[in-house]
């Protein structure tokens, strides 16, 4: 890169950071122009909204929303906790449900910023830097698709994030965590990271209240609880296809290659342990350095991957694991700067939605490569995910904590997608 390039770069970054506000407010006004135009079913939304009351009757896991999509039966696939705290959502006009669950989501997604910026080692972002980040996430594949579906990530990842970093009390730490986790299961990764960070007492109150949300529903509603507990939980296709490009998780991914499901196989196993060892070393050096932003991407990207589905929507991890690249110890390596240009392409560009559309659009509804199903080169590509989370794990693992602390540059704003979300699995 030429002196004359780094400059205008340079120039480029303050003059963004002096805009902040101005940014954000296009990308904001984009958003509602996207969703005015494009008219997002927000299905998982609905399925929240129209399943909930169900958990009174008994009939919760035998509900399905029928579409026209490519999953044309949807259930609700979360605890029944989960349908309990949906209650006063159902209790809304679904116009009304939907505008609220949009600015709550959009909320959320400030909140992760900002709390991601106070794991970083020597503080936080700075208003304006979130204000930029918060803007160019918008447009983030897994955020995107995480507010077109009206799924509860970014809700969630907010509540994990706020309470590892703002609450002061190991029962708020802890409770945080213990109820996200009793709403949807993959948030419970994160108990890992207050055990790797030594605090015992947020995680013990993590898992107690988690279990109380288990016992809380029982008490309630013992029939569903019965039936997801001993059942449910233990049977992945009931929430979709393990083959489906949507899924990212190192299952899917294998399994679209071998052209049948992996399972927990000998492939996935060696996998899994070349996985963990770099899990382990990143967490080693992360741990070493004291950064616990690195410590928490790390887990949580470990747990995405070996998660036996891991949907596009769940990866909104990615946007913590961009800001450490961007802006932790190691953000002048090649491994930070190769990781974070990845995310950004394969993020930006919405790779995954575009080979979920190869996937149907080739008959490969099952991912088999045989007989004109997924070709080999385009089941590459559906690793996507993993590669990058790869990526991002040599990166915390090879970072140094003897670089000061930058002041951080603005994150990349994609431009706004012309389409709407592809229905996918709840």
């Not at 506000?21 to 904001?28: E, G, M, Q, R």
């Not at 160019?136 to 590892?164: C, F, K, S, Y």
């Not at 070349?274 to 949580?300: I, K, S």
């Not at 596009?312 to 390596?333: D, N």
Request: aromatic share 8%; with cysteine; net charge positive.
């Amino acid at each position: 890169m030429t002196i004359r390039a780094i400059t205008v770069l340079r120039d480029l970054r303050r003059w963004a950071v002096g805009h902040a506000a101005l940014l954000l407010f296009c990308s904001l006004a984009a958003h509602v122009l996207t969703v005015a135009v494009t008219r997002p079913d927000m299905l998982d939304l609905r399925v929240y909204w129209t399943a909930a009351p169900r958990v009174l009757n008994g009939q919760l896991y035998d509900f399905r929303l029928f579409t026209s999509g490519s999953f044309p039966a949807l259930p609700f696939t979360y605890p029944p906790f989960a349908a309990l705290l949906f209650l006063p959502v159902s209790a809304l006009p679904w116009a009304v449900a939907a505008c609220l669950w949009q600015a709550v989501s959009v909320a959320a997604l400030a909140v992760i910023v900002g709390c991601a910026g106070r794991l970083l080692p020597g503080g936080r972002l700075g208003r304006e830097r979130i204000m930029l980040w918060a803007g160019g996430a918008l447009w983030l594949e897994p955020v995107r698709h995480t507010l077109d579906l009206g799924q509860v990530n970014l809700i969630l990842g907010a509540l994990v994030l706020w309470g590892l970093t703002a609450a002061r009390e190991s029962v708020s730490r802890g409770a945080a965590v213990g109820v996200a986790a009793g709403v949807k299961l993959t948030p419970g990764i994160s108990g890992a990271y207050l055990l790797l960070t030594r605090q015992w007492r947020a995680a013990a109150w993590a898992a107690g209240v988690f279990l109380g949300t288990v016992a809380l529903a029982w008490a309630l509603t013992a029939r569903e609880s019965s039936r997801y507990w001993r059942t449910l939980v233990v049977d992945p296709d009931r929430v979709g296809r393990v083959s489906s490009v949507r899924n990212q998780s190192l299952r899917g991914a294998l399994s679209r290659s071998l052209g049948q499901d992996a399972g927990f196989g000998p492939v996935w196993l060696a996998a899994a342990l070349a996985l963990a060892a770099l899990a382990g070393w990143a967490l080693w050096a992360a741990a070493r350095r004291r950064d616990p932003l690195a410590v928490l991407v790390t887990v949580q990207l470990t747990g995405l991957v070996l998660c036996p589905i891991s949907w596009s929507h769940h990866w909104v991890w990615c946007l913590p694991a961009m800001i450490w690249l961007a802006h932790g110890p190691g953000r002048r390596s090649l491994p930070s700067r190769m990781a974070l240009g990845a995310w950004a392409v394969v993020t930006a560009a919405r790779v995954v939605p575009r080979l979920t559309r190869l996937q149907e659009g080739l008959g490969a509804g099952s991912g088999v490569p045989a007989g004109g199903g997924f070709p080999a080169h385009l089941a590459l590509l559906g690793w996507v995910y993993v590669l990058c989370s790869v990526l991002t794990l040599l990166a915390v693992g090879a970072a140094t904590a003897d670089e000061p602390v930058p002041a951080p540059a603005a994150p990349p704003s994609p431009a706004p997608p012309s389409g709407g979300a592809d229905p996918t699995e709840a």
